[in-house]
């Protein structure tokens, strides 16, 4: 806290200068995840798979601000061998929020869609497919309520059923 406190002052003086303030040198994290900081010092650092995906701590204790709780249950609470409190669903509704997004964004997790195939309703589906027919995620994925899947009636905007 005093260290913070010094870093606002330093920015104060700065400002009476005409001067940009300065970032701070450390990582800023939820007050609420210090107990787990205690011991998992640098976490900050550590990324690794999960869900099959590549995971980093730092865009959601920098930059997101999620206390540890978010993602995790205090020891004396979770099950043994436990490290996430949810499966892949349950990173949905934070990745996921905020209705249609751009392709681009899609892209930034998704951009191996377009090599994978997966079952649907209607038997098999290739995003390649639609990609090179011109057709954006957005046409299909409304991203209604942080759910990713699209609804049934997506398809019959181009497709008899």
Request: aromatic share 4%.
């Amino acid at each position: 806290m005093m260290l913070e406190k010094a870093h606002e002052q330093m920015n104060a003086a700065r400002a009476a200068r005409g001067l940009a303030a300065l970032a701070r040198p450390w990582p800023s994290f939820p007050s609420g995840s210090a107990p787990c900081l205690t011991c998992h010092q640098g976490v900050e650092n550590q990324a690794g798979p999960f869900a099959s995906r590549a995971f980093s701590h730092a865009p959601h204790l920098a930059r997101a601000t999620l206390e540890c709780a978010a993602c995790h249950r205090p020891h004396e609470e979770r099950a043994p061998h436990e490290v996430v409190r949810f499966a892949a669903a349950g990173c949905v509704p934070c990745h996921h929020r905020g209705g249609r997004a751009a392709p681009s964004a899609c892209a930034k997790c998704h951009g191996d869609v377009t090599g994978r195939t997966v079952d649907s309703f209607r038997g098999k589906f290739s995003h390649q497919v639609h990609v090179d027919a011109g057709l954006e995620c957005s046409g299909c994925h409304t991203l209604a309520g942080g759910n990713p899947l699209p609804d049934r009636s997506a398809c019959s905007n181009c497709h008899e059923d």
